[in-house]
């Protein structure tokens, strides 16, 4: 298949067979996300998808899992996502289980029938962009739904027996909002259950709506020692008894290891506080058998960044004699 997409999968999936069904996103407007601002929204004809199934048939391919994609293959009309579905029994009978990102709007546009349907012929796992718990977040990313559609669109996927992912963002609320941040949307994530959270850092992309916002002074975002605090907040007020696998990332700064380098493309800073390496982090596991391991974790890096924040030099005037 000649395919040029970007399917966002969670590190759970990484070895799954990944099957584009459409390319980029059709609603292609969140503020903060850049992944298909390229690309022009459009879907994958049959045949092609067809030509896919029968070349990896072919080769003996027996995947037992598939992960639909790009962005939101569960937007697609249900008569079609069927004969999709068709074909990969009809091709690869080995595969039991079907999972894609979705957004609340698409499920939404499918009917309870549809639904079960679905998961009857294997669609199991939908990884949604939950992002925030506060509504007027969700309103200033310009996100395609309210808390209290996720609380009814989900609570749809689990009566249909599917699944369901959380994407979340630490800092979507900015600078000064962490906590709050973290509290909302812990509770949010406790009411919805998830069996998976993918709980990214905010980046800011200067192409994003996001990007243009800051620069006109309209959204300022929380630092990496906030960002940190406020995933460390979330993870501890999830319930005890939620079944569920984390994946955080983030950045932090760590104290570079005495006569050791630093890896390709890390640099040292130094300030008065010490030689210090800027790295991207993931913390992830089962959280009811890591979370303290990943509350530890974050500690750790917390403790790190603000040694490194200790030994800035503080901002002097200069005299002008
Ligand atoms: S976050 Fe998801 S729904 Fe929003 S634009 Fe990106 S891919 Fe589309």
């Not at 294997?122 to 309103?139: F, K, Q």
């Amino acid at each position: 298949m000649s395919y040029h997409g970007v399917i966002c999968g969670v590190v759970e999936e990484r070895f799954t067979y990944k099957l584009p069904v459409a390319k980029g996103c059709p609603y292609n407007k969140c503020a903060f996300c850049d992944f298909y601002k390229h690309m022009t929204y459009r879907e994958i004809p049959l045949e092609d998808i067809e030509a896919e199934l029968a070349r990896v048939s072919n080769a003996g391919g027996k995947p037992e899992r598939i992960m639909l994609g790009d962005g939101n293959p569960l937007w697609l009309p249900f008569d079609r996502l069927k004969k999709i579905v068709e074909m990969i029994e009809h091709y690869l009978p080995s595969c039991t289980t079907l999972c894609s990102d979705a957004s609340v709007l698409a499920i939404e546009s499918k009917t309870d029938d549809e639904l079960a349907w679905l998961a009857r012929h294997g669609y199991r796992m939908a990884y949604v962009g939950i992002e925030s718990g506060l509504d007027d977040v969700l309103e200033f990313m310009d996100k395609d739904h309210l808390n209290d559609q996720a609380r009814e669109q989900i609570a749809r996927l689990h009566k249909a027996g599917i699944d369901f992912g959380a994407h979340i963002i630490t800092g979507a609320a900015g600078n000064g909002r962490g906590i709050e941040n973290a509290r909302a949307t812990a509770a949010l994530i406790n009411e919805l259950r998830p069996v998976h959270i993918c709980d990214f850092s905010l980046y800011v992309a200067s192409v994003t709506e996001l990007g243009l916002k800051e620069e006109d002074g309209e959204f300022v975002r929380a630092s990496m020692l906030e960002n940190m605090r406020e995933m460390r907040e979330f993870v501890s007020l999830l319930d005890e008894d939620l079944d569920l696998f984390f994946e955080g990332y983030f950045s932090a700064f760590l104290r570079k290891p005495e006569g050791k380098g630093v890896g390709p493309g890390s640099k040292v800073i130094v300030n008065t506080a010490g030689e210090f390496v800027r790295k991207s982090l993931l913390l992830k596991g089962d959280l009811r058998t890591e979370r303290e391991n990943i509350l530890a974790g974050l500690d750790g890096y917390i403790k790190s960044t603000e040694e490194f924040e200790s030994g800035l030099e503080p901002a002097t005037e200069q005299g002008v004699a």
